[in-house]
C-alpha cells in the first residue's frame, strides 16, 4: 500500500506572532522544540559532537536536573553504566549519552540487545461506548534510550529545560507509538479522501465539534475513513498529544492551548510540521523554508539507522515512473520502536520491520502496490542493497535525514506514566 504525499493541504497565510493563544502564548513560533542543528541552544565554544539528551540552561538548574534525572533514569530500569553524563559548568550543558561505541548510530537492534533488557508493554487505550482495549506497545525506557544513542542531539534549553518536559517529551511520544500500533484506515487509491461528515468536512472539524472529539473517532470509526498516509500521519500525531493532556495526564491549559494552535487557521490538519521538511521537492516554495510547525519540530542531519520511537521519517521514492503514481511519490512513516513502522492500512499485518519498509517503498518500481495482491512481483533485494537504501538521497538511498516530533510542552503538574510501564 502506497503513502500519499503530494496534493498536500495549500498553506495558509499566516502573520507570526500576530495572533495570540489562551495563556498569552504566541501562536507561532513554535514553544521549546527538539531543534534542527542550526537553531541547537549552544554557545560559542560549545562542543559541536555532542549527542543524547542534552539540558541547557543556569547552572542551578542543572544541579537539580543531575539529581532528578539520576531517579528518573533509575526507575526507568536504565543502569548508570549505559549513561556517559557531562556536566559543562562553563557551558551550562548537562549531556546524557549511551556508552555505546562513537559510530553507533542504530536503534532499530535496541530490543535484540540483551544489555538493555527491553521489553514490550501494554496499555489501554478507550474504545467505543467507554470500552477499553490493552495494546502492547514500546516501553518508555526504550524512548529515553534511542533519546540518548549517538547519530542526534536533542536539546532542552529555555522554558523547556526541566525534566518534566523531557517526561512529558517521552509520554507523549509513547501515547503517539500506542495510537499507531493497530491501525485499518481505508485507502482513498489516487481518489478523494473520506470523513466521518458527523465529525468532519472534507478534513476540517465541523462547527461545534470539539477538535480532541473529531480526532477521537478517527481512531474509533477506523473505517469511516480513507485517507492518504501523509494526512494519516498528522493524525496520529495530533492524536497522540491531544489524547495525552486529555486522558494520559490530563492537563486541561495545555489542551486548550495545544488546540487553539491547530485552530488558528481553522485547519487543524495544515501547517503542523515544519516547511523546511518538503525542500527536497522540485515544486517547493521557498516562502515555506522558515515557517514553523503548529505542533511539530524538525531534526536534520540525523544519522542512519537513527530513529526514536514517535519519529516520523520519510521515504523517497526515486523511480520516476512509479513515482508519478498519485500516492507513492514517497511514504510517510512513523517508527514504533521495536524495529517496527507503522502500517496504516493493515497490508502487512500492521506493521512493517525497517527492512520491509525501505522493500515496500523500492518494490513500487516493479509494480507491487499491495503485498497481499501484488506478491508474485515482488524481486529480492541484496543485504548489500538494502544497506544502501537506508542511506540519505545524497549518499544513494532513500531516507531522508530528518526527523519530525512534537515539541515541547513543560509540565504544570507531576508527570505519570501509561499504566503498565
Known amino acids: 500500500m502506497a503513502?500519499?504525499?503530494?496534493?498536500?493541504?495549500?498553506i495558509s497565510a499566516l502573520?507570526?506572532?500576530?495572533?495570540?493563544?489562551?495563556?498569552?502564548?504566541?501562536?507561532?513560533?513554535a514553544i521549546a522544540a527538539t531543534l534542527p542543528d542550526a537553531a541547537r541552544p549552544m554557545s560559542a565554544g560549545s562542543n559541536p559532537d555532542a549527542e543524547g539528551i542534552q539540558f541547557h540552561c543556569p547552572e542551578a538548574q542543572l544541579r537539580q536536573l543531575e539529581t532528578g534525572m539520576r531517579h528518573y533514569l533509575h526507575t526507568l530500569g536504565i543502569a548508570p553504566s549505559l549513561v556517559a553524563t557531562?556536566?559543562?559548568?562553563?557551558?551550562k550543558t548537562l549531556t546524557y549519552t549511551l556508552t555505546t561505541p562513537l559510530d553507533d548510530f542504530n536503534t532499530l537492534d535496541f530490543v535484540a540487545r540483551p544489555a538493555l533488557n527491553l521489553n514490550e508493554v501494554r496499555v489501554s487505550l478507550p474504545l467505543k461506548q467507554n470500552t477499553t482495549r490493552a495494546i502492547p506497545t514500546v516501553s518508555q525506557k526504550e524512548i529515553v534510550l534511542a533519546l540518548m544513542q549517538h547519530g542526534r542531539l536533542t536539546v532542552f534549553a529555555g522554558s523547556a529545560c526541566h525534566l518534566a518536559a523531557l517526561t512529558d517529551h517521552v509520554g507523549i511520544r509513547q501515547n503517539t507509538v500506542a495510537w499507531a500500533e493497530k491501525l485499518e484506515f481505508g485507502w482513498p487509491d489516487g481518489g478523494p479522501a473520506r470523513w466521518n461528515a458527523k465529525y468532519w468536512r472534507n478534513g476540517t472539524p465541523r462547527r461545534g465539534v470539539p477538535l480532541h472529539t473529531a480526532m477521537a473517532d478517527m481512531f474509533r470509526n477506523q473505517s469511516a475513513y480513507e485517507v492518504g498516509c501523509y494526512t494519516a500521519t498528522k493524525m496520529v500525531m495530533i492524536q497522540g498529544v491531544l489524547d495525552y493532556f486529555s486522558r494520559v495526564r490530563p492537563d486541561r491549559a495545555k489542551l486548550k492551548l495545544i488546540e487553539a494552535r491547530l485552530l488558528t487557521d481553522g485547519e487543524p490538519l495544515v501547517d503542523v510540521?515544519?516547511?523546511?521538511?518538503?525542500?527536497f521537492e522540485s515544486d517547493f516554495d521557498a516562502k515555506e523554508?522558515?515557517?514553523?510547525?503548529?505542533?511539530?519540530?524538525a531534526q536534520f542531519g540525523v544519522m542512519p539507522r537513527n530513529f526514536v520511537p514517535g519519529?516520523?521519517?520519510?521515504?523517497?521514492?526515486?523511480?520516476?515512473?512509479?513515482?508519478?503514481?498519485?500516492?507513492?511519490?514517497?511514504?510517510n512513516a512513523i517508527y514504533l520502536g521495536r524495529n517496527k513502522f507503522e502500517d496504516f492500512y493493515n497490508d502487512n499485518e500492521h506493521a512493517y520491520s525497517y527492512l520491509q519498509k525501505l522493500d515496500e517503498v523500492y518494490q513500487w518500481r516493479n509494480q507491487v502496490f499491495s503485498r497481499r495482491h501484488d506478491g508474485d512481483k515482488i524481486q529480492p533485494l541484496t543485504a548489500q542493497q538494502i544497506d544502501r537504501l537506508g542511506q540519505p538521497p545524497q549518499d544513494g538511498g532513500i531516507v531522508l535525514d530528518w526527523r519530525v516530533a512534537h515539541q515541547f510542552f513543560g509540565a504544570s503538574s507531576p508527570p505519570q506514566r501509561l499504566p503498565g510501564n
Do not use: F
Request: net charge neutral; hydrophobic share 30%; with cysteine.
Open 86 to 91: 557531562v556536566h559543562d559548568e562553563r557551558q
Open 273 to 279: 510540521e515544519p516547511g523546511r521538511v518538503w525542500n
Open 15 to 29: 502573520t507570526i506572532g500576530a495572533c495570540l493563544l489562551a495563556m498569552g502564548t504566541p501562536c507561532l513560533p
Open 3 to 10: 503513502c500519499l504525499t503530494l496534493n498536500r493541504p495549500s
Open 311 to 331: 519519529d516520523w521519517a520519510y521515504i523517497v521514492n526515486p523511480d520516476r515512473s512509479s513515482a508519478s503514481k498519485i500516492g507513492y511519490e514517497g511514504s
Open 289 to 297: 523554508l522558515e515557517r514553523p510547525g503548529k505542533l511539530l519540530s
